[in-house]
Nanobody, 127 residues
């Protein structure tokens, strides 16, 4: 059974940094894409970034390019989201997700394409 557990959220000030972690278990993820989504109150869940486990190719939403970095540690089966220069508009619940695919070309940005989800971790950025 696939299990994704996020950690690392919290309350920070604008300009600060946070690193989120997603510990994955339950199977081998070499043929998976791991994504980070976020959902702010009253808004739809949106893609933040995604990475192919096999090649580390990555996708970033325009809103986070240059500020956020996704990475993975094979030995620990963990995906990280390093968030720098945080802004109040980054405030949301952040979710880790996984989908069986090795290509970022199709459906990477769509939440419906991801079969497995973590419980989410709150990130709050004060101005």
């Amino acid at each position: 059974q696939v299990r994704l557990v996020e950690s690392g959220g919290g309350l920070v000030q604008a300009g600060d940094s946070l690193r989120l972690s997603c510990a994955a278990s339950g199977r081998t993820f070499s043929n998976y894409i791991m994504g980070w989504f976020r959902q702010a109150p009253g808004k739809e869940r949106e893609i933040v970034t995604a990475i192919t486990w096999r090649s580390s190719s990555a996708y970033y939403a325009d809103s986070v390019k240059g500020r956020f970095t996704i990475s993975r540690d094979n030995a620990k089966n963990t995906v990280y989201l390093q968030m720098n220069s945080l802004k109040p508009e980054d405030t949301a619940v952040y979710y880790c997700a996984a989908r069986l695919s090795t290509s970022l070309v199709v459906d990477t940005t769509q939440a419906r394409g991801y079969a497995y989800w973590g419980q989410g971790t709150q990130v709050t950025v004060s101005s």
